[in-house]
């Protein structure tokens, strides 16, 4: 991409031009050129926060390609009228994992892209222009991406647009080295991100106090409200709003002034919030919400805070035991630990490791515990998302829980019950509301239109499987689809196939026709998903599922 903006420059040299040098690097996915990256290597191990060679390789790129930029410029004689600025349109990224380790840290920051904590919205800005900006200058002053437009226009020489109204303010004053003080600063992202732990909200910054709004976070989904003095306080570890009220007064006025000036539309309640509501035995107490709908063997939570508190219900599994085991996923919870009764004595943390691989976790509790409920506290080095699977109880280290094994030739799934579940080999884990099993046939009705179910017991080859075929009934049409998942792979759009729903209420077959698949073959399966409709409110019958061997 150098090259181009290269050829580009050159090619415009003579007339007044706009250069938006945008480059792939440092985002996902995250890959280096070889030798960089082996050359980061040894510094990287050493780092304190910084860890990730190929991130260095990445911006070594990036260094590269603006130093053609430069020398383009000062070689055609641009360089002296030419405003150069570097900038970036979010934080560095905390959430994916190359090589087990962030691809950054923004350390003393707090969080990172995909979330309003200033380690998602505070970027880099450097720019420089001979003659207007003093080299080696710096400069305090607020700012935010929607000023760069009136810049441009008082650069330009060119008056607003006619009947638009701009948010921003032209920053000439600041890159002169001049007082610039801009007012308040607003920014919205009013959808919650599982990946990044951002509970959906808005926050407006005004000098020092930034004051953030999370909307329905609160006890019966009232809004929530975080107030930091970022002169004092710039990781946001202090909220300041009940120490501080006539600030927050103050910038909620503000906020609230300018939500209604834009008519924003903003997240609505949820007209079926239960205070209660439970997924896998897990109950919500503190630092996070339970995300998705009625899960019988998993719990999902979007955590903001650094602790995360949860009951959980021992009948739920119903079996006593001496300790708590569970898988766990995630890619911020750093130890978890466990205790019994209302006020609990907790036992010594687990580590976990956030590294997005599946871990199983023991939680021993000191005695046999036969009934009642456990406090569960979930540590993390920032704000994300865990996954808990098929928690149970196990006694004296015995642990009933059967690992999954490697199946030879062709697995055969069976909705027969077992200690672990009451639908055999399939787990119900996303928007089933009600599942039953008569007759070894699988009754279930849809909470949502993305119910599954999720079979993790039985490894196989994928060259030993050439389709899997289901036989069900439903009283409404739409599409089925079948995922799969190799290792700590998540399930993917790149690895499904989709068949129609007649919905006929007759048995029909499905037929997911695997081999011819790109990314079926020399696989090996660790678990399948079943969507068996995409309609909510369904009721539905599973006579069968049944993978066919290859060359069948």
Known sequence: MGDYAVQFIEQNRDRPFLLNFWLYNPHAPFDGEPEAVAAARERAEMGMYQKSAIMAAMMKTIDDNVGKVIDVLEREGLWENTLVILTSDNGGNMYNRPEGVNPTD?????????????????????????????????????????????????????????????????????????????????????????????????????????LLRFFNQGPNQTDEFELYDLSRDVGEQFNRVHEYPEVAERLKGILARQLADEDALLPLKNPDYDPDFAQAG????????????????????????????????????????????????????????????????????????????????????GRRVES?????????????????????????DIDTYIPPVLVEGTPRFSFEANAESASGDWFPENQIAEIEVVDGQLFLTSSGNDPFLVSSKKHFMANQVSEVIVR?????????????????????????????????????????????????????????????????????????????????
């Open 106 to 210: 923004n350390h003393p920051l707090r969080a990172g892209k995909g979330n309003s904590y200033e380690g998602g919205v505070r970027v880099p800005l450097i720019a420089a222009w001979p003659g207007v900006i003093e080299p080696g200058s710096y400069s305090d002053a607020v700012s935010i991406s929607y000023d760069w437009f009136p810049t441009f226009l008082e650069i330009a020489g060119l008056p607003e647009p006619e009947g638009w109204t701009l948010d921003g303010k032209s920053l000439m004053p600041a890159l002169r080295g001049e007082a610039f003080e801009r007012g308040p600063v607003f920014s919205s992202f009013p959808h919650t991100v599982l990946a990044t732990g951002n509970f959906a909200n808005v926050w407006v910054r005004d000098g020092k106090w930034k």
């Open 282 to 365: 897990f109950r919500m107490i503190d630092g996070a919400v339970l995300v998705g709908g009625p899960n019988q063997s998993q719990a999902q939570f979007t955590a903001r805070s650094h602790r995360v508190t949860l009951r959980y219900d021992l009948a739920t599994r119903g079996h006593p035991g001496d300790a708590l085991a569970f898988s766990v996923v995630s890619n911020s919870a750093i130890s978890v630990t466990a205790g019994i009764g209302e006020t609990p004595v907790f036992g010594p943390p687990v580590r976990i490791t956030p590294d997005l691989n599946p871990q199983e976790i023991r939680l021993p509790l």
């Open 372 to 396: 009642g409920e456990l406090t569960v506290v979930f540590d993390l080095e920032q704000p994300g998302r865990t996954v808990i699977s098929n928690p149970r109880m196990i006694d004296g």
């Open 472 to 552: 069900m009934r439903s009283e409404k049409g739409g599409e089925a689809q079948l995922f799969w998942a190799e290792g700590g792979q998540g399930f993917a759009r790149e690895r499904q196939v989709t068949v129609p729903v007649a919905g006929t209420g007759n048995i029909e077959t499905l037929r997911f026709q695997l081999s011819d698949h790109p990314a079926w073959n020399n696989q090996r399966i660790e678990r399948l998903r079943f969507d068996p409709i995409d309609q909510a409110n369904t009721r539905m019958v599973i006579e069968s599922i049944e993978a066919r061997p290859a060359g069948r």
